[in-house]
């Protein structure tokens, strides 16, 4: 496994292994199973594999945890090399970011609802470092975890308008024994939140399987954050959206695909998760 720090390392790499297929997972690093589970998934669909490393500055606000995010670069590169990982970027964020750069990429559609309203520069960060990394690496497949469903319905969304050419594969959730969707800020809840951080997707299985039964999305919402209010949770949004254009659904139709999107917080921690039924294509 070699590792790549620079830009100019990064391309010259891509052209030394071309015309292999390459499989693409961008991180911004403190590993867990989700991501090796994305790792996994790329090892087994692509020739070679590149995994990055990158805490993205222009996706964090100035109030968010930017500085306090957590490194494990050690650790991570040791997974990456038990998964089989052919090469690792680890930029500096003054090889991403000089001091002179002001070009963004912003997608306008899916970036509207759910977290964009909440973080209103979160996705122009993303889509910003996304493009740009595809566009050195030039992958066949990059690999996103629908833990992040509309991170991942926005990229699509920029892959398809810009017709960039890369197969956008979605992970489904890797979760702790109880519930939790595993994520990297999961270190920051106190042994008390962590406790109780499992009823947030114990009331999305509640959520869908009421509207399942009788599809009264007022109702259910209702009861569903009134549950997560009492255990503490202070909720941003619970949304009952189409995909992959993420609109809410009409009262009393019910899409074939959807999701049903949460974010809030437990103490100190911003949690999201979701569920998505039918096919995310
Ligand atoms: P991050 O390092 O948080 O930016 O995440 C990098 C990638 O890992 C994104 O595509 C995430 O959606 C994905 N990911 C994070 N947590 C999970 C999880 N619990 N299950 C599956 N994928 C995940």
Redesign the pocket.
């Known amino acids: 496994m070699i590792t790549l720090s620079t830009i100019k390392e990064l391309r010259e790499w891509r052209k030394s292994i071309t015309p292999k297929a390459l499989g693409f997972v961008?991180?911004?690093?403190a590993l867990h199973a989700?991501?090796e589970?994305?790792l996994k998934f790329a090892r087994l669909r692509s020739e070679k594999v590149l995994l990055s490393i990158f805490v993205n500055p222009t996706q964090f606000s100035a109030t968010e945890d930017l500085s306090k995010y957590p490194r494990t670069l050690e650790n991570d590169l040791a997974m990456a090399k038990s998964v089989g990982v052919d090469a690792v970027f680890v930029p500096a964020s003054s090889e991403i970011y000089p001091s002179n750069y002001s070009t963004y990429i912003i997608e306008e559609e899916r970036t509207a609802p759910l977290c964009g309203k909440f973080r209103p520069t979160h996705f122009r960060g993303v889509t910003t470092i996304v493009f740009r990394l595809f566009h050195w690496a030039q992958p066949q497949f990059a690999f996103?975890?629908l833990?992040?469903a509309q991170?991942y319905f926005v990229i699509k969304k920029m892959v398809d308008d810009l017709d960039l050419g890369v197969q956008m594969i979605g992970?489904p959730?890797?979760r702790e024994a109880d519930g939790l969707?595993?994520?990297?800020r999961n270190v920051y809840l106190t042994p008390k939140e962590r406790e109780k951080a499992p009823l947030l997707y114990h009331t999305l299985q509640f959520a869908l399987s009421k509207l399942l039964e009788n599809n009264e999305w007022e109702l259910i919402q209702e009861k569903s954050l009134s549950t997560l209010a009492e255990a503490g949770f202070r909720t941003q949004y619970l949304e009952y959206l189409t995909i992959p254009h993420l609109e809410p659904v009409e009262p009393g139709s019910r899409p074939p695909k959807f999701i049903v999107a949460y974010a809030g917080n437990l103490g100190a921690t911003r949690l999201i998760d979701n569920i998505i039924l039918g096919n995310i294509i």
């Open positions: 961008p991180t911004m690093g989700g991501h589970s994305l996103f975890g833990k992040d991170q992970v959730t890797v969707a595993l994520s990297s």
